[in-house]
C-alpha cells in the first residue's frame, strides 16, 4: 500500500474506508494496526472500515457488559468475555470486532484456547455493539453464524436473535428469558448515570437474586 496506516489518523467518533482491500491485504492491516488499539475494524466483501470510539461509546460498552457478567455470575453460569477479538472468517470473506463479546453455551468448547479460528471454531454466543456512531454492521453478524447480537442505540437497548440465518428483533433474550433487559437494562445504564456505577452494580445485582428466587 502507498499510504502506510501509521499515517493515518482517525479522530473519536469517526471512521475511515478502505475500498477493494484483498484478505490477504486485510490481514497485514490488522497486523499493522496490531492487538493494542482504540479502533475498531469491520471488513467484508473487500470493504474496510476502521472507526474510533467516542468516550461515551466505551462508558456504555464497560457498564453493558459489567451488567452482562453479572447476570451470568448470579446465574452460576460460566462464561468467558472476550472483548473486541477480532472474529473473522476467510471462506465468507468477513471479519468484525464487537465492542464485546462473551461465549456461555459454547464457553467448554473453546475454554482455554489461546486462537480461535471461525471456520472450525464456534462464533460468541453474545455480542454487544454500541452505535454511538451508527456503526453495528449487522450482516457480519448474520454470516458468522453469532447466534444474539445486542445493540444499545440512543438509550433503548435492541436485542437481535439469529433465525434461519438472520436476524429477528425480541422483546427477550433465549440466554436470559426470564428477565426483562429489553426494559431494564437501559434504566441502570442511565442510573449509573446519576448515582454512580458501584450503587447502580449492587441495585441490578440485587435485582436479579430476587427474581432468581422468584423462579425457584
Known amino acids: 500500500m502507498l499510504l502506510e496506516l501509521k499515517q493515518l489518523e482517525v479522530p473519536p467518533g469517526q471512521r475511515i474506508l478502505l475500498k477493494e482491500v484483498s484478505w490477504q491485504e486485510f490481514e497485514a492491516i490488522l497486523e499493522e494496526l496490531g492487538e493494542h488499539r482504540?479502533?475498531?475494524?469491520?471488513?467484508?466483501?473487500?470493504?474496510?472500515?476502521?472507526m474510533t470510539p467516542l468516550p461515551e461509546h466505551e462508558r456504555n460498552k464497560e457498564i453493558l457488559s459489567d451488567l452482562v457478567k453479572v447476570l451470568l455470575e448470579e446465574l452460576d453460569i460460566e462464561f468467558l468475555p472476550l472483548g473486541s477479538t477480532t472474529f473473522k472468517n476467510q471462506l465468507m470473506n468477513k471479519g468484525i470486532e464487537p465492542d464485546n463479546c462473551f461465549y456461555i453455551q459454547n464457553e467448554v468448547v473453546v475454554r482455554g484456547k489461546d486462537r480461535l479460528d471461525l471456520t472450525v471454531d464456534p462464533p460468541p454466543d453474545l455480542a454487544l455493539e454500541i452505535d454511538v456512531t451508527s456503526r453495528t454492521h449487522s450482516s457480519i453478524y448474520e454470516a458468522l453464524a453469532v447466534p444474539e447480537l445486542w445493540r444499545f442505540e440512543k438509550g433503548k437497548l435492541e436485542i437481535n436473535v439469529l433465525q434461519n440465518g438472520k436476524y429477528i428483533e425480541s422483546t427477550y433474550s433465549p440466554i436470559f428469558p426470564h428477565f426483562p433487559l429489553h426494559q431494564v437494562i437501559p434504566e441502570y445504564l442511565q442510573q449509573c448515570k446519576i448515582v454512580g456505577r458501584n450503587k447502580s452494580m449492587k441495585a441490578f445485582r440485587a435485582w436479579v437474586r430476587e427474581l432468581i428466587n422468584k423462579k425457584l
Open 38 to 50: 482504540a479502533a475498531r475494524i469491520a471488513y467484508e466483501n473487500g470493504l474496510l472500515e476502521i
